[in-house]
């Protein structure tokens, strides 16, 4: 069992701690373009003759386009802890403006080279809102926002394109929400370009 933990102990330092005859970058940002297409829970516009009606929610899907930035601290050559923010915005059937933010971190493992895959898993919150407006039926504007738990699981591609410059040809991204008592699937595509220092 001792040999086991020694065995674990030195494979954890050798990930952790950089080698000092290399000369890599430790931190890295991204920023890029973002493309979510969500199911959104929006809520119903119905004509209501009481001052006071309960809102209900239906679930449409959304194209939303929006911002994605991340930065990476690299303590090993290819062990990552990774921050991610998005912002992304759309309709829905016309009616409804949305608008989705998340911020997750996480472990993120890459392959060095010109060429460098990745893949990370991140946890961390969204927030939604949704304003509807008039409807021909004679709705009026409702507004609505919630928070929840979020969750990615995403892999990527870089391609180096100067020393400590690289596109970011893809990431793509599984993002999983759960808003207003019900679980979202969303898948998020991203790209842009990576500053390493």
Known sequence: MRKVAAIFGLLFLWLIIPTKCSAQSNFE????????????????IVPCPFPSCPVQFVSNRASMSGLEFSGIYKPSRWLGLAADFSA???N???ISEVHIQTYMAG???????AVSPFA??????????????????????T?????????AAGVGIDIKIFPHIA???IQFDYLLTHF????????????GVVVAF
């Open 180 to 191: 207003n008592s019900s679980t979202q699937n969303e898948p998020r595509v991203s790209a």
């Open 92 to 94: 829905v059937q016309g």
């Open 120 to 141: 990370h898993v991140l946890i961390g919150g969204a927030h939604q809102s949704t304003t509807s407006g008039t409807t021909d039926s004679g709705g009026v504007f």
């Open 107 to 113: 472990p993120q493992i890459s392959l060095p080279g």
């Open 167 to 169: 596109i970011r040809a």
């Open 29 to 44: 940002v991204f920023g890029g373009y973002s493309y979510l297409f969500p199911s959104v829970s929006q809520p119903e």
């Open 88 to 90: 992304h915005y759309g």
């Open 143 to 151: 507004t609505a926002s919630a928070s929840s738990v979020a969750g």
